[in-house]
């Protein structure tokens, strides 16, 4: 039996009720989103989290913060002080993408310390294990794959990425068509090189069902990846892409099936006017599957500042019906983050989230704007820091300024437009 499985009989269950708490909805609405598809509440059997996150149609905007070594640097305490800035800004989960060092030790010291949602990437261990026997990336055996998605299954990791879209026919269309930026999935480069080199099929397409009996097994929530996504706003909404998306709509519906919860990622890189008809297509193609987006980002041109162009796309995206927006920091495209950036880059897509909650009508959205106002008007800094988003910030901010000028904000002085004599 599965989350899904018992949602479809209406067997009680403790996940839909607390996700039903969480969210201050029924548990008859997370039931009926669980039983048809449009909701997850990604949880391994093997794991205890202290906050049951759900993912999906009519619920708040989640986000995820990206963490996790390179062959480059590798510092397990840092990686856990991230873990604890990520939860600690309001990360809803927390994918582990490293890829230095001793990866299942790092991933099991996460995992127990981790009170969210965790989620990987496996191909990325089945890489490092080929590269590590002296073999190219190309070589990567069906059998070390899934192997490892085992392994992490049992592990307890509640969700996984797995670019199951990129199969010979899709890899097709992207050869014929060509990209300005090609293929910036790091899993979904993975696959393509295996496939060009050798001809045969992605086993993660050709043995879908033996990746549904583990998820299955482990009741582990299955995020269909975006292996294709553009890597810059020149490929967005291309033929690979919108190949790619249409493979995964119809491997959602197999996953179904079989009482396995699913999620489709989506881009990457898009500009201001295509990202409704992403949205939609998606949707649509996805068969309603709670969406999770990289971004999108809007612009290419603003590396240090791509929490911002991540933020002004997510706020978009989840207006528009994403469900789950991951994370971008400021240190995107140039650096490995470090502490600070996570930070702030929880933080900037925390906001996007929120700004999209109030357009979808979201429970609780427009009240905690409308209360962070009332208190704002009041000139009452205690009381805003319980409805602001980063109260720490304020705090910080404030401190700037000089005792006698305690009862003001900005330039206004004693021409403040708030006071009311």
């Known amino acids: 039996m599965t989350l899904m499985t018992d949602a479809i009989s209406k067997k009680p269950n403790e996940l839909i009720k607390a996700a039903a708490k969480a969210e201050g909805l029924s548990e008859e609405?997370?039931?009926?989103?669980?039983?048809?598809?449009?909701?997850?509440?990604?949880k391994n059997i093997n794991r205890k989290l202290s906050k049951i996150t759900a993912v999906g149609?009519?619920?708040?905007?989640?986000?995820?913060?990206?963490?996790?070594t390179s062959p480059d640097h590798i510092d397990l305490q840092e990686e856990l002080d991230k873990l604890d800035a990520s939860v600690k800004a309001g990360a809803d989960a927390v994918m582990d993408l490293s890829t230095g060092g001793d990866l299942t030790k790092i991933r099991k010291e996460i995992l127990a310390r981790c009170p969210v949602q965790v989620g990987t990437v496996p191909i990325y261990e089945a890489a490092c294990r080929t590269v590590a026997a002296g073999k190219k990336i190309s070589q990567?055996?069906?059998?070390?794959?899934?192997?490892?998605?085992?392994?992490?299954?049992?592990?307890?990791?509640?969700?996984?990425?797995?670019?199951?879209?990129?199969?010979?026919?899709?890899v097709e269309i992207l050869n014929r068509q060509g990209r300005l930026a090609g293929v910036v999935s790091r899993g979904g480069s993975f696959l393509v090189k295996c496939i060009n080199a050798t001809g045969k099929e992605n086993p993660l397409?050709?043995?879908?069902?033996?990746?549904?009996?583990?998820?299955?097994?482990?009741?582990?929530?299955?995020?269909?990846?975006?292996?294709?996504?553009?890597?810059?706003?020149?490929?967005?909404?291309d033929g690979a892409q919108i190949?790619?998306?249409?493979?995964?709509?119809?491997?959602?519906?197999?996953?179904?099936?079989?009482?396995?919860?699913?999620?489709?990622?989506?881009?990457?890189?898009?500009?201001?006017?295509?990202?409704?008809?992403?949205v939609t297509l998606a949707k649509r193609l996805g068969h309603g599957a709670p969406l999770y987006f990289l971004g999108p980002l809007v612009t290419d041109i603003a590396p240090g500042y791509d929490h911002i162009?991540?933020?002004?796309?997510?706020?978009?995206?989840?207006?528009?019906?994403?469900?789950?927006?991951?994370?971008?920091?400021?240190?995107?495209?140039?650096?490995?983050?470090?502490v600070a950036d996570v930070r702030e880059g929880v933080i900037s897509a925390r906001i996007a989230g929120h700004a999209a909650d109030i357009v979808k009508g979201v429970k609780?959205?427009?009240?905690?704007?409308?209360?962070?106002s009332k208190w704002r008007k009041a000139r009452n800094w205690d009381k805003q820091k319980e409805f602001c988003i980063d109260p720490e910030k304020l705090s910080k901010e404030r401190a700037k300024l000089p005792p006698q000028q305690e009862d003001v904000c900005t330039m206004c002085g004693e021409f403040c437009a708030m006071r009311d004599e």
């Not at 990567?140 to 299954?153: C, G, K, P, Y």
């Not at 796309?313 to 400021?330: E, H, K």
């Not at 609780?364 to 962070?372: R, T």
Request: proline share 4%; aromatic share 6%; glycine share 10%.
């Open 57 to 68: 149609k009519g619920l708040k905007t989640k986000v995820n913060a990206n963490i996790g």
């Open 140 to 170: 990567i055996e069906s059998e070390t794959l899934f192997d490892v998605i085992e392994e992490q299954a049992e592990q307890g990791v509640d969700f996984v990425t797995v670019h199951c879209g990129i199969n010979k026919a899709t």
């Open 205 to 237: 397409y050709e043995q879908y069902d033996r990746l549904l009996d583990i998820a299955k097994k482990y009741d582990m929530t299955l995020s269909l990846g975006d292996g294709f996504r553009p890597g810059c706003t020149f490929d967005a909404s």
């Open 243 to 278: 190949a790619e998306l249409s493979v995964l709509g119809e491997l959602v519906l197999r996953a179904r099936k079989a009482g396995v919860q699913t999620m489709i990622e989506g881009p990457g890189h898009v500009p201001l006017n295509q990202i409704e008809a992403n």
């Open 29 to 42: 609405f997370i039931r009926e989103g669980v039983a048809a598809g449009t909701i997850v509440i990604p």
């Open 309 to 338: 162009t991540s933020a002004i796309g997510g706020a978009l995206a989840a207006s528009y019906g994403v469900d789950f927006i991951c994370y971008v920091t400021p240190a995107e495209h140039i650096r490995l983050p470090d």
């Open 364 to 372: 609780g959205a427009k009240e905690q704007n409308d209360e962070m």
